[in-house]
């Protein structure tokens, strides 16, 4: 595990350098779904910090168990329904799936004052797939203009899920409609860092297009029982 997290750094790296970017832009966010608490603790020994989960369950059952790593940053990137906020709002440090200001709302009631803000990037269902979660583009400058005015939640950004796809030229384009969303919300006086997309097979096409944070799970742990 030690040697394929480094080989996706060295990837990281070796895009950012190829494209001109500053060394240290992108976020490595390792996704630790499906896999065992000392998966995550074994990597976090190694200087990994950042790790996402998709599952409401399993996010506090390993949280619970790795207790103990107090600078562990914790992800969600799953879909999070309204009756399973509130461990998200009381125990994640970024939640990256916001698609409706429900679950936006819910957040900022549970989250707790003592835990800071709770740091949110708004899903955006760039392929059109009706299977995927995600706010329509059109749609993402009302919610993130409502979503601004809930305390206890700072939005960073954007997130999208591309459709899967070997057409990297198709890739590129959904990336870019990410990043040009990113720039509306700028243009509007959001304070906006973070592009948070990229996978293990995608992540130096989701750099060239200005990502800031690629989510890599397969590509450091392995490949996941078929049942997930």
């Known amino acids: 595990m030690f040697e394929a997290w480094q080989d996706v750094l060295r990837r990281i790296d070796e895009e950012v350098v190829s494209i001109q970017r500053p060394r240290g832009s992108v976020t490595l966010l390792a996704v630790s779904k499906t896999f065992p608490a000392d998966a995550v603790r074994t990597l976090y020994n190694h ?9 409401v369950q399993e996010f506090a059952d390993k949280r619970a168990q790795l207790v103990d790593l107090a600078d562990l940053e914790w992800h969600f990137i799953g879909p999070l329904q309204s009756n399973k906020t509130r461990s998200i709002a009381e125990g ?34 760039v392929s059109g797939e009706a299977s995927k979660s995600g706010v329509a583009p059109a749609d993402t400058i009302a919610l993130a203009d409502a979503l601004v005015k809930l305390p206890r939640l700072k939005l960073r950004g954007l997130m999208c899920i591309p459709e899967p796809t070997e057409d990297r030229a198709r890739l590129a384009a959904q990336f870019a409609e990410l990043r040009s969303l990113q720039q509306a919300l700028k243009a509007r006086g959001h304070a906006l860092d973070t592009l948070s997309m990229g996978m293990s097979a995608d992540l130096e096409t989701a750099i060239r297009e200005g990502s800031t944070m690629v989510r890599v799970g397969s590509a450091i742990f392995g490949r996941r029982d078929a049942k997930h």
């Open 92 to 125: 994640a440090d970024w939640v990256h799936t916001i698609d409706r200001l429900k679950i936006a709302e819910r957040l900022s009631a549970q989250r707790p004052d003592a835990r800071g803000e709770l740091q949110v990037c708004i899903q955006v269902n």
């Open 47 to 55: 200087g990994q910090r950042a790790f996402g989960e998709n599952y």
